[in-house]
Structures are given as C-alpha cells and as structure tokens.
C-alpha cells in the first residue's frame, strides 16, 4: 500500500505540473488565437484522435496488465505498435485532402498532416512507457513527461506569439513527442524488443482487438461533438466548445488519467497475484467521488469569473456551456 501511496503522489505531482503548464499555456494562447483558429484543430485534434485508438490496438494495457510477459511477447507488441502506427500515418496523410474539402477549410490539411507525423515517433517511445508504468516507475514517467508537456508549452505559445495561427498548436505536439522521445531513450530497455517479431501475434492481437473497440467507442463518444458541431456550426462554435470542455479535462482527464495511471498498473499486479480487488476498488471510487463532486459544484457557480481570468471576455459564449457540462 505504501508503494501505491509513493506512486500516486508521483503520478499526482506529474498532472499537477501539467495541468499548471497547460493552464498557462491556455491562457496565454487564448489571447493569442481566435476561436475560429482553436476549432480548426479541435477538429483536427478529434479525427487523429480516432487513429490513436486504432494506433495504439489496446498495446499499452496490454503489456501493463499481461500476466506471463516474455521477451517475445514485448517484441511482438512492440512490432505491432510500429505497424499499426506508421500504416495509420499514411492513411492519416491521405485523408487529409478529403477531410479539408469536407469541411471546406483547406488549412485542416495542414494541421492533419502535421499531426500525422507524431505517429512516426510514438512506436519509437510508447511501448517504454507501457513498460515504465508495468513497474510503477513514475519516477521516470514524471520526468519524461514533464519535459515533453514544457517542449510542447514553449513551442506552442513561441509560434503563437510569431503569427503561425493554428499550426503552433500542431507542430508544438511534434516537439512535445520529440522531446518524450529524447528523454524516453535514457530508460529504455534491452534494444533486442525492438528488433521485429510477430512470433506471438496471436496472443497479442485477441486482447488488441477487444481493447480496441473499446477504446473507439469511448473516443467516439469524446470526439464526436467536435467533428459534428464544426461540420453543422462552423468552427468559432467549436472552439467555444473546445473551451468549455477543456475547463471540465482539468479533472475529468487529467486528474483522473493520473489516478488511472496508478490504479491500472496496481490493480494488474495485485490480479496477477491472486489479490481481492474490492477493498481497493471501493476505496478509490470513494476518493474520485469526494474529489469530484466539489470540483464540479464550484465550476458550476463561478463559471464566469473562471473563464474571463483563464481565457479573457472573447470567450463569454463559453460561460453557459461550462454550467452545463459541469
């Protein structure tokens, strides 16, 4: 229990460090980007989101969670992961002229295709990280993600500030993955689990596809709101959106994808050794709860002053949209 205690802080320090460089970031760029500018990558940002979850075919958890993880097993998942990511990049670069004429912004091609580009580095760091949180190294996984999300704060608010629009956002997430990368490398492990292996395919794949449709589903359900109401509304009524939502992320996504973070990997190691689950389970639940509910009570009430501080008076419109969601 202690050893969970250690990596939830970790893991709670790491978002706490996000969540301060994203708000700033936010602010900042806010002032520095129309809505319009924001909802073109918000829709950009939810159709690659959608490849992600294809990208990533359910490996992540996979190699958190398999019981009986051998070196032929990793190279597998790590064989995949390049695949999947690098054929997905491809299909992402050819979709990006359709995508624009659909939604009649010929910019949109732009930022997909730079996006596109971050799916030729994540084989390359993902599965290290699988394998960081397999072991509950959040040490590590702290320091790897702190610098990427300051790559990608610098950058973004460095192009923003030189007049490069919507496409500081998109090349500010290649820096961050370029930076993650980099500092991934130092933790690395043993470089035979990238040399290319589909030995265990099989077993790979049944749990791949399972986790997949899942995770599309779910991504469906986040992304979807941007694809259409930029289709039906236009852009600016995205990026209000985006806004409103991105204020809810402060916990629904990231406090909870740090709780999550450790909470996987614990309840994977206490599976694997035959531990009942529901102390925990409860346990954690009651703490999310007494966490959330506050959370969102005062986002409800003080809705105005939040998003006149954070993003400043060109996004009012946000303001009901945020009571709410909340």
């Known amino acids: 229990m202690a050893s969970i205690r250690k990596s939830l802080v970790l893991s709670l320090a790491e978002k706490y460090f996000g969540i301060l460089i994203a708000i700033v970031g936010t602010v ?3 002032r520095l980007l129309s809505p319009a500018q924001i909802g073109i990558y918000s829709v950009a940002a939810a159709f690659v989101g959608l490849a992600h979850i294809v990208r990533d075919f359910g490996i992540g958890s996979y190699l958190v969670q398999e ?3 051998t070196a032929d097993r ?4 790590v064989s995949v992961t390049m695949l999947m ?5 491809a299909v992402l670069a050819a979709l990006s002229g359709p995508l624009a004429a659909f939604y009649g912004k010929p910019l949109l091609r732009q930022v997909v295709l730079v996006l596109s580009l971050t799916f030729l580095l994540l084989p390359l760091n993902s599965p290290v990280l699988s394998l960081l949180r397999r072991d509950m190294n959040f040490s590590a996984l702290f320091k790897i993600n702190l610098a990427g999300n300051l790559a990608h704060f610098t950058i973004a608010i460095g192009l ?3 007049g490069f629009g919507v496409m500081s956002l998109a090349w500010a997430s290649v820096a961050g993955m370029v930076v993650t990368l980099f500092v991934t490398l130092f933790y690395r492990p043993d470089w035979r689990f990238w040399l290319p292996s589909f030995k265990e395919v099989r077993h790979v794949a049944s749990f791949g596809f399972q986790a997949s449709v899942a995770g599309i589903v779910a991504e469906l359900g986040m992304s979807a709101k941007d694809l259409i109401i930029g289709r039906m509304l236009g852009f600016a009524p995205v990026g209000l959106f985006s806004r409103a939502q991105g204020v809810m992320f402060l916990f629904h996504r990231d406090i909870m994808d740090a709780i999550r973070g450790v909470a996987f990997p614990a309840l994977a190691a206490k599976t694997r050794v035959g531990s009942d689950l529901r102390a925990f389970y409860l346990r954690a639940m009651t703490y999310v709860t007494g966490l959330a509910w506050p959370f969102y009570a005062l986002l409800a009430l003080m809705a105005f002053p939040v998003i006149r501080i954070m993003f400043g008076d060109q996004w009012d419109a946000a303001i009901p949209l945020v009571r709410i969601l909340a």
């Open 28 to 30: 900042i760029l806010s």
């Open 67 to 69: 019981r009986d993880l």
């Open 74 to 77: 990793i190279r597998t998942a």
């Open 85 to 89: 990511a690098w054929s997905i990049a």
């Open 160 to 162: 923003a500030w030189q």
